[in-house]
């Protein structure tokens, strides 16, 4: 997909969606005594040791790499459940399983700075990489075949997912509204023309499942 | 015969003067390793083929190579030399591992132990150091050799090691302590200070025989335990005797003599079969696995293989190898079979013990039945055959067969006497350790988990490796992990060091108490105790102490540094104890378990430093459940957890007694077992496992779980239990707190920092009885409320509760409430005038004064009670708000009324007087009651 290499038609960098990502909370065992830490987004701790707490991915990384605590993986993130979403997204073409919206972001976080506290990585690993190629594969084939529509509706597509195909789906919602109401394009320009498609669509938002 | 020509080959280079050359055969007879102490190379031969293919040279050592050895299953080889270094290469590739040890003089001889987890190396060095081959770490130095060690040789099931020295002297060390089982002085000849000449000496394969060249150019024979001259083999040797080899069997043995010769011998007819002259002195020989043949080199570093020496009429080396190989040798053998003794009763497992100890075979007899057990029976009689075509004595075969045959009648009998006499007996439990898991072979288990580490233990090849963790590592000191040759079964671990034990098994092995402190300023500061003839039960360690209770009810205090304090004689056979700072906390049995399958148990809190005994009692259990876990709460107060999950605290409430906090079956999750670690006033910290198992496993990590104490209250009508519940625990712990500081008012220690935290703890009690008097106005259970009305302890709160009911529209409740204030206020004046002398502090009196100018406020509310509602508290909607308004009004009434209170004063007085006679006396003593414990409260200083 386009989005994928070239920056500037990405609406984000995939390093910043991992950043947007980080925000996502993770369940970390501490090792040491620690006090509360009050941030603008919320309270964090008490940090006890071997009880485990509820932290922002970054903070995690962050106490992770001066050795600090240890994570524990999500429950998504065991060999069983991505087995089964695995297995259910082969099975059907046009849903998608409920992961985290950031999934692939978590993943890679956790193998890059945790990968010692989860059990069977190589075959976590992997499965996340069969889903995430399954899933691209599966959206990319959706985004073919839709047609004659302004707007569409694809449930618990991911951060990373979205971020890809947005520009691209984008344009094409665009082109599509552009050429099936021609009279209505007349001494519009683009922007108003967005506008009136976000003002419009919203009741008409479940067009069309794919 | 002789006739028979050898052709010897050439390995290794030897210039000028003899050297001590060696050879080693792996164990499947596929390769074999030759070396010489004049050349730094080792060679590693094709076992098939070596005349063809060039040996594998290695070449790591920088002078000659004086000892080789082998692993057991031959994957490692070890090599130590002139240079001082030992070795260690990956077999039979022969790539180099690690220099795992070095010493200040050259190495003599290097030995594996069965496993291959242990290697001995000794030389011109004072100790022989035992190496852990895994880390490479010093696993223990025994030092008591006078000279040089040339000879070491692990027994085969690898509880003893043998060495000799160039002097001649014997000794033969248990490697669970490091002690020496016997001595042999001078038994062998002395071969001074070359290194080219060795002492040898070699355990027999099925380990009850050791053999040590002789004085008289002959083997002695010496007996495993005792050290005593069993026989000799005398014959032909013209000099002494430089290295001998037992066959694989152990029926045959070669010697090899400073005259040249080697001899061969059938060992139980103890005379010479067969012997081979050669050109030079023979330094090593090895027999060759599964084959008839030996392999010899000597002194010049020329290598020959002796094809088919035992002659074809005899037994082959190889048939009948005794299988006391480490692998059958596991302490899961041994382990299986303790329990089995333990459930057939500890009189006969004692009987045991004695016959077993004073002869060797208590690892026959064990491994016999329990093959008997688990197996076809046709299995065991295999292998006593087997046994039996040995040189085994007839006596003691025959005591071993009476041996069984008793001990099958002590089954009949007391299966017999439980059918009949007690059916329905129930045991006493036995001792354990709080945070215990039970020990599993071949697993990680815990001896000792708290809220503040954890040792852990694996049995691993016969030993076992401790480690030690804190769970804050940042904080903790990190602790070495530690190889335990003792077997410790008991440990407990607090900030300043560990403390372990390990119950007696027969008598070669005591009781052993081992302290290991984490900081000390003097190097080398562990300590161990022995004791005989009794064993240790339980242990606990504190703030400067040890103590271990025995199975003579014997409680023994010793100090950090090991010095023996205390001893004290218990009431009765120890279930636990656990230390924390001072105060150490022991259960013992009252008396047997009642025939209703309940233990009765009593505990004693100790002060170690002041000598004192500080609470004693019963212990409280579920009916029919065991206690599992005791331990001090993060305050302080001793808690006890049973098998049917129940968490009880101690408290000093109706005279001392036990408080169910905590209940298993009142949490949710039913299919969760919690494993208690710790507890603190509000929550208690715990491991949950899933149903079937009731403990954790070490790996992976265990976390902890906080769940809120959870009183077992029945279910009432209010239907707030929760509030119910947060409101018995507050007042527990507001309770536990005023205790405290008393105590410490009456130490005379500043108790301020505990007066505000009760303080705040009042507060909080406080909103918590508001919100439960609003849930009984909204059921319309007045009396409860107004009952929870009289429980409020601050002014300002029963305020906020007035002005509560008033917004509920309850006037009449209102009424109530305003008198019931009105109550309180005047036995408080009235408390103050009566006893004046009590408080001559000027600030109380002071206090007083500021009480009393309060009434004119309440009565002004009583009066006008509907119509403030209106007005003035409009604003309020929630309660804790009220509680602030509250507070905020009282100080605006104080300010106000200051300048008038002298004359309200006296008349205020007089008057409440008569009215609270006319009231119920029974609540007048509740008032009373509230205002003798009001008595420390800070608020009142606060508020002037």
């Known amino acids: ?210 | 015969m002789k006739s028979r020509s050898l052709k010897l080959r050439e390995a290794h280079k030897v210039g000028g003067s003899a050297a001590f050359c060696s050879i080693l055969w792996d164990h499947k007879a596929e390769h074999f390793v030759t070396s010489s102490s004049s050349d730094p190379s080792i060679s590693v031969h094709d076992g098939l083929l070596p005349s063809t293919l060039p040996p594998t040279i290695l070449r790591h050592h920088q002078d000659g190579v004086t000892a080789l050895a082998l692993s057991h299953d031959s994957s490692f080889l070890a090599s130590g030399s002139i240079d001082h270094c030992v070795k260690l290469y990956k077999f039979p590739s022969g790539e180099f591992q690690t220099n795992i040890t070095r010493f200040t003089l050259p190495i003599r001889v290097l030995a594996f132990n069965g496993s291959g987890s242990l290697l001995a190396a000794a030389g011109d060095d004072e100790g022989i150091k035992l190496i852990n081959t895994f880390d490479g770490s010093i696993v223990r130095v025994l030092k008591g050799h006078k000279g040089p060690v040339t000879g070491l040789d692990f027994h085969p099931n690898g509880e003893l090691l043998a060495s000799i020295d160039s002097t001649g002297t014997v000794l033969c060390w248990e490697l669970q302590n490091g002690i020496v089982s016997f001595t042999l002085k001078g038994v062998a000849p002395d071969t001074g200070f070359s290194t080219s000449i060795v002492n040898i000496l070699r355990w027999s394969p099925d380990g009850r025989t050791l053999a040590v060249p002789g004085l008289r150019n002959d083997v002695v024979m010496y007996d495993r335990f005792t050290g005593e001259k069993l026989f000799a083999l005398r014959g032909d040797h013209l000099e002494s005797i430089c290295y001998l080899t037992w066959a694989p069997n152990g029926k045959y043995i070669a010697t090899s003599g400073l005259d040249k010769q080697v001899l061969l011998w059938d060992v139980d007819k103890k005379q010479d079969i067969d012997r081979h002259k050669f050109e030079e002195r023979i330094s090593c020989m090895a027999w060759k696995p599964n084959c008839n043949a030996l392999s010899v080199i000597d002194a010049r570093g020329k290598y020959g293989i002796w094809e088919s020496l035992v002659p074809s009429s005899m037994i082959s080396p190889t048939v009948g190898i005794p299988d006391i190989l480490p692998k059958k040798r596991n302490e899961i053998l041994n382990f299986d079979d303790e329990i089995e003794e333990e459930l057939h009763g500890a009189s006969e497992s004692l009987n045991d013990s004695f016959v077993d100890s004073d002869d060797g075979e208590s690892h026959h007899t064990s491994r016999k039945r329990l093959r008997k057990k688990t197996c076809i029976d046709d299995d065991g009689d295999a292998y006593e055959e087997l046994n039996d075509g040995s040189s085994l004595p007839s006596a003691s075969q025959f005591r071993k067969m009476s041996h069984r045959v008793h001990r099958e009648k002590q089954y009949a009998g007391s299966g017999a006497f439980k059918s009949t006499a007690a059916s329905n007996k129930y045991k006493m439990q036995s001792s354990f350790q709080p945070g215990a898991t039970p020990l599993e072979p071949g697993k990680q288990t815990f001896l000792c988990y708290n809220m503040l580490g954890c040792i852990t233990t694996i049995e691993h090849e016969g030993n076992s490796r401790i480690e030690t963790d804190f769970h804050d590592t940042g904080r903790g000191p990190l602790v070495s992990s530690m190889i335990d040759f003792y077997g410790f079964t008991m440990a407990s671990i607090n900030e300043s060091g560990c403390v372990f034990a390990n119950p007696c098994k027969g008598e070669k092995n005591m009781s052993v108490l081992m302290y290991r402190p984490f900081r000390s300023w003097a190097s080398n500061s562990e300590w161990t105790m022995r004791f005989e003839g009794e064993e240790v039960k339980v242990v606990a360690n504190g703030a400067g102490w040890v103590a271990a209770v025995t199975s003579l009810n014997l409680l023994r205090i010793f100090s950090e540094g090991g010095l023996q304090k205390h001893i004290l004689s218990l009431d009765g056979p120890v279930v636990t104890a656990v230390g924390r700072k001072d105060h150490l906390a022991v259960v013992t049995h009252v008396s047997d378990c009642l025939p209703s399958n309940e233990q009765v148990m009593e505990f004693r809190v100790l002060n170690i430093s002041k000598m004192t005994e500080e609470l004693k009692g019963r212990v409280a259990l579920t009916p029919g459940s065991r206690l599992t876990w005791i331990g001090f709460s993060d305050e302080g107060s001793l808690s006890s957890y049973d098998s049917k999950g129940v968490l009880r605290v101690f408290t000093g409430q109706y005279g001392g007694s036990w408080i169910p906090v905590f209940s298993t079956s009142k949490e949710k999750k039913q299919e969760e077992n919690y494993w208690v670690v710790g507890l603190n006033t509000t929550s208690v910290y715990c491991i949950a496992c899933k149903h079937p198992e009731i403990f954790p496993q070490v790996t992976p990590k265990p976390i902890l779980t906080i769940l809120d104490l959870s009183l077992p209250l029945a279910s009432s009508d209010l239907g707030a239990a929760s509030l119910e519940n947060e409101l018995i625990l507050k007042q527990l712990r507001l309770y536990e707190t005023q205790q405290r500081v008393d105590d410490m008012a009456l130490a005379g220690v500043d108790t301020t920092a505990l007066e505000d935290e009760a303080f705040d703890m009042e507060v909080s009690q406080d909103k918590c009885i508001l919100r439960l008097i609003s849930s009984c106005c909204s059921s319309d259970s007045f009396v409860r409320a107004s009952e929870l009305m009289r429980l409020l302890t601050l002014e300002k709160s029963m305020r906020a509760a007035i002005t509560l009911v008033t917004k509920l529209k309850l006037p009449f409740l209102a009424e109530k409430f305003c008198s019931i204030l009105e109550e309180r206020l005047l036995e408080e004046a009235n408390e103050a005038i009566t006893n004046p002398s009590q408080n001559p502090n000027r600030e109380v009196v002071t206090r007083v004064e500021s009480k009393v100018q309060n009434p004119p406020a309440s009565f002004q509310t009583k009066s006008s009670a509907t119509k403030l509602s209106a007005t003035t508290f409009v604003r309020k909607a929630k309660v804790s708000e009220g509680l602030k308004l509250g507070k905020e009004q009282v100080k605006k009434d104080e300010t106000e009324d200051v300048k008038i209170k002298e004359i309200k004063k006296l008349n205020l007085i007089k008057k409440p007087v008569n009215n609270v006679n006319k009231e119920d006396k029974g609540l007048r003593k509740e008032v009373n009651q509230e205002e003798a414990r009001r008595s420390s409260n800070p608020f009142l200083k606060s508020t002037v």
């Open chain 1, 1 to 210: 997909m386009a989005g994928q290499t070239d920056p500037h038609i990405s609406l984000f960098s995939p390093q910043e969606v991992e950043f947007m990502a980080e925000d996502e909370l993770v369940e970390i065992v501490p090792n040491m005594n620690m006090e509360q830490l009050n941030f603008i987004s919320g309270d964090f701790g008490l940090f006890i040791p071997q009880i485990p707490t509820k932290v922002p991915l970054w903070l995690a990384v962050a106490l992770k790499r001066r050795g600090k605590c240890s994570f524990r993986p999500p429950g998504w993130m065991s060999v069983d459940n991505l087995t089964q979403i695995l297995e259910a997204e082969r099975e059907s073409q046009s849903t998608f399983q409920a992961l985290p919206f950031s999934y692939v972001e978590i993943a890679r976080l956790l193998f890059d700075h945790a990968h010692d506290d989860i059990p069977d990585k190589y075959m976590v690993r992997s499965l996340v990489e069969d889903i995430r190629d399954v899933r691209l594969h599966k959206l990319e084939t959706n985004l073919g075949s839709f047609q004659g529509t302004s707007a569409v509706k694809i449930s618990n597509v991911s951060a990373m997912e979205v971020n890809i195909v947005r520009p691209f789906v984008r344009r094409a919602l665009e082109a599509f509204y552009k050429h099936d109401k021609p009279e209505a394009d007349v001494g519009r320009d683009t922007r108003s023309s967005r506008q009136q498609r976000e003002a419009n669509n919203e009741p008409r938002r479940p067009l069309r499942q794919r």
